[in-house]
Nanobody
Framework: QVQLVESGGGFVQAGGSLRLSCRAP????????MAWYRQAPGKPLELVAS???????NYENSVKGRFTISRDNVPIAEYLQMNSLRPEDTAAYYC????????????????WGQGTLVTVSA
């Protein structure tokens, strides 16, 4: 299985910024689409942002203009820069890799990070 390492979550006041990171093992050679999801307490999982292998991005409406998703392809990593944070952004954030090619030739689908908690106070 592919183990992703997430970091960057924490506690911040409204209006502040955080940068989330998600790193894949060096044995991963290629990834197709990447994304960030979040889940607030008592709410369903929500797609926050996605980025394709050629850099095209999409954002959930409430984060447009505030969040920026980016990626590195060597080594594999993705990032979520979050500015102008609001209390309603409070959630556990998960990185997601759609299609993953390992150096051994193995292929994986739908790989998730362990989650990192973001708490925004009013």
């Amino acid at each position: 299985q592919v183990q992703l390492v997430e970091s960057g979550g924490g506690f911040v006041q409204a209006g502040g910024s955080l940068r989330l990171s998600c790193r894949a093992p060096g044995s991963i050679r290629r990834v197709s689409n990447m994304a960030w999801y979040r889940q607030a307490p008592g709410k369903p999982l929500e797609l926050v942002a996605s980025i394709s292998s050629d850099g095209r991005t999409n954002y959930e409406n409430s984060v447009k203009g505030r969040f920026t998703i980016s990626r590195d392809n060597v080594p594999i990593a993705e990032y979520l820069q979050m500015n102008s944070l609001r209390p309603e952004d409070t959630a556990a954030y998960y990185c997601y890799l759609d299609e993953v090619w390992h150096e051994t030739g193995r292929f994986y689908r739908e790989v998730w990070g362990q989650g990192t908690l973001v708490t925004v106070s009013a």
